[in-house]
C-alpha cells in the first residue's frame, strides 16, 4: 500500500486542486517575500468611498505575469493617479476597469458591480459611465475637430442637433478650443489634440474619468497648462479621475490619491500628502526622483 505522500492527488473536477493551480500557487511562493519586501500594501484611508475596487487580481501575457495580487481602490470624486515605472502595468489597469481585459483572477469593481461579471449588454451600458482619454487623445483623422468631439453623442445618445452643438461648443471652450472645430487632427498640436481628446471625454457627463498618461510627448510647460486644466474640470464636474503617468511633477501638480504601483501590486496608496512624506524607501525613491534606492535600471 503506498504511503500517503506517495498517492496521487485527485484530478481537478473531482473536489482536488487542478495541476494548473497548484503550480500558480507554488510559483507565488517562489516568488518570495524579498521580491516584495518594500510592498507594504498599506492602504491610508481616503475620506469618500471607493468608486472603483482591484480586488486580488492577476493578469499574464503569455509567461510576463504583469499583476500579481493587486489590491487597489480608487475614491470617489477626488483626482487619483497611478503611478510607478514603465512596463509595470498601469495602463493594463485602465483595461480591466473599462472591460477592455478580465483578470484570470480576482475581480474589479466600480461602484460595487463585478465588471467581469457583466453581459455584454449590461457591460456596454456600464461604459458610458466613463470617459476615456488616450495617450495621444485618439482623434478620427477624417473627422474634424468639432466632430470627433460630438462622436459619442451621436453614437451613445439620441440628442438633437441642438442639443448635440451646445455640448460640444460648452466642452471646447471648456479646454480652450472654442472656435477652432474646423481643424482636422493633423493640424493640431500634441497639446492640442489632448485637449481635444478631454472635451470628448466629457460630451457624455461621465462619472469617471480615466487619463492613460495624458502628459506622454508635452513639453513641461503645456504638461502644466494641461494640469492645470484636470484641475479645473474636475472642480466644476467631480467624479472619479483616475490618470495613469510615471511623471512626478504631474502628480504634486493635481493628485489627491496616488497609488504606487510596482510588480504587479501596490506598494502603497493613500492621500497624496500621506505619499509624499511616506518613509517607505521604493515610495521615497521614486516621488522624488532619486538614483539611490529599490529601484535600479532592470
Excluded at 94 to 104: A, N
Excluded at 197 to 208: N, Y
Excluded at 238 to 253: F, K, L, N, P, Q
Amino acid at each position: 500500500m503506498a504511503d500517503e505522500d506517495e498517492q496521487q492527488s485527485p484530478p481537478a473536477g473531482h473536489g482536488g486542486t487542478s495541476f494548473s493551480e497548484r503550480e500558480r500557487q507554488r510559483q507565488r511562493e517562489r516568488e518570495g517575500s524579498e521580491e516584495f519586501e518594500f510592498h507594504t500594501g498599506t492602504l491610508r484611508p481616503s475620506e469618500t468611498p471607493d468608486a472603483i475596487e482591484f480586488i486580488d487580481v492577476h493578469k499574464s501575457f503569455g509567461r510576463n505575469h504583469v499583476l500579481r495580487g493587486l489590491n487597489m481602490g480608487l475614491p470617489e470624486d477626488k483626482i487619483s493617479m497611478i503611478l510607478g515605472p514603465s512596463g509595470t502595468g498601469k495602463s493594463v489597469c485602465i483595461k480591466h476597469i473599462v472591460g477592455l481585459l478580465y483578470p484570470d483572477e480576482g475581480d474589479v469593481l466600480v461602484h460595487g458591480v463585478s465588471i467581469p461579471s457583466l453581459a455584454d449588454a449590461d457591460l456596454f451600458e456600464t461604459r458610458k459611465k466613463f470617459g476615456v482619454l488616450f495617450q495621444d487623445g485618439a482623434l478620427f483623422g477624417s473627422l474634424n475637430l468639432w466632430d470627433n468631439v460630438a462622436f459619442p453623442l451621436r453614437q451613445h445618445t439620441e440628442k438633437g442637433d441642438e442639443e448635440i452643438a451646445e455640448i460640444v461648443n460648452r466642452r471646447m471652450s471648456e479646454v480652450g478650443l472654442g472656435g477652432e472645430g474646423a481643424k482636422m487632427p493633423n493640424e493640431l498640436s500634441g497639446g492640442m489634440r489632448k485637449r481635444a481628446g478631454f472635451a470628448r471625454a466629457l460630451v457624455l457627463d461621465p462619472e469617471i474619468v480615466l487619463f492613460d498618461e495624458p502628459d506622454s510627448g508635452l513639453d513641461p510647460v503645456r504638461t502644466a497648462l494641461l494640469c492645470e486644466l484636470i484641475k479645473e474640470i474636475h472642480a466644476e464636474n467631480g467624479g472619479c479621475y483616475v490618470v495613469i503617468t510615471h511623471d512626478i511633477m504631474s502628480a504634486r501638480r493635481v493628485a489627491e490619491h496616488i497609488s504606487v504601483l510596482w510588480k504587479g501590486r501596490i506598494v502603497e496608496s493613500g492621500p497624496a500628502e500621506e505619499l509624499f512624506a511616506s518613509e517607505n524607501p521604493f515610495v521615497r525613491q521614486f516621488l522624488s526622483g532619486e538614483s539611490a534606492g529599490p529601484l535600479g535600471m532592470e
